[in-house]
């Protein structure tokens, strides 16, 4: 996957770029495209030991979305350009807390728009497929979301309010809804791994 996002993570050369989730499954990846492309890396990771995953020549913070105060100074220092924001609570069945992917995806998006005030950087977000609903056949971006359960309700929130957001504020804010993504460091628990694994 990394090497797929290369080619284009080289428009970001030398530019300040802050990715939130910078330790997960797709921001991972990111981070290293983004590295290999030139671009000043800063990362947003929940964890002390998801450093590693960050990645050499990254500078990482160590923030819960939920410490507005500590999100704050953490976007002070990185002093973004472009904001990736793929931090999420909920992406698999071993994150069952109904509440808190209610707080994390949804409080945590309005804490990092309180944090990036007055500062005039695009935002990229993701969302999910799943917010689409139970639907046969191809999906249009414009196809209307009825998520149908906890995880892509409150994403779908956290999408909604940042669309909103940007309306209000005039910030270029630009959503993607991945759809199965998977490759190397993939949580075990997911569809393909788990599929590969019994085989």
């Known amino acids: 996957m990394a090497d797929a996002v290369n080619p284009s993570a080289a ?8 990715v939130t989730g910078g330790a997960g499954f797709l921001g991972s990846h990111l981070v290293r495209a983004l590295v290999a492309g030139g671009a000043q890396v ?9 450093d590693a995953r960050a990645g050499d020549g ?17 976007v002070r220092a990185a002093d973004p350009e472009c904001v990736f ?32 005030e007055g500062r005039g950087c695009r935002i990229v977000q993701t969302g999910t497929c799943a917010e689409y609903g139970d639907v046969r056949g191809p999906i249009a971006e414009t196809h209307v979301c009825q998520p ?3 995880y892509p309700a409150s ?41 590969i694994q019994r085989l």
Do not use: C, K
């Open 11 to 18: 428009v970001f050369a030398r530019r300040r770029v802050l």
């Open 42 to 50: 800063h990362a947003i990771v929940r964890r002390p030991a998801a």
């Open 58 to 74: 990254v500078e990482v913070y160590e923030v819960d979305l939920l410490n507005a105060a500590a999100l704050a100074a953490a």
């Open 85 to 116: 924001h793929l931090a999420a609570y909920g992406t698999t069945g071993s994150q069952p807390d109904e509440a808190r992917m209610l707080a994390v995806n949804v409080i945590g998006t309005q804490n990092l728009w309180g944090a990036l």
């Open 148 to 150: 149908r359960f906890a």
């Open 155 to 195: 994403i779908h929130a956290s999408v909604t309010w940042s669309q909103s957001r940007g309306f209000q504020t005039g910030r270029e804010v630009v959503i993607l809804r991945p759809f199965g993504p998977y490759g190397p460091d993939d949580r075990p628990e997911r569809l393909i791994p788990s599929v």
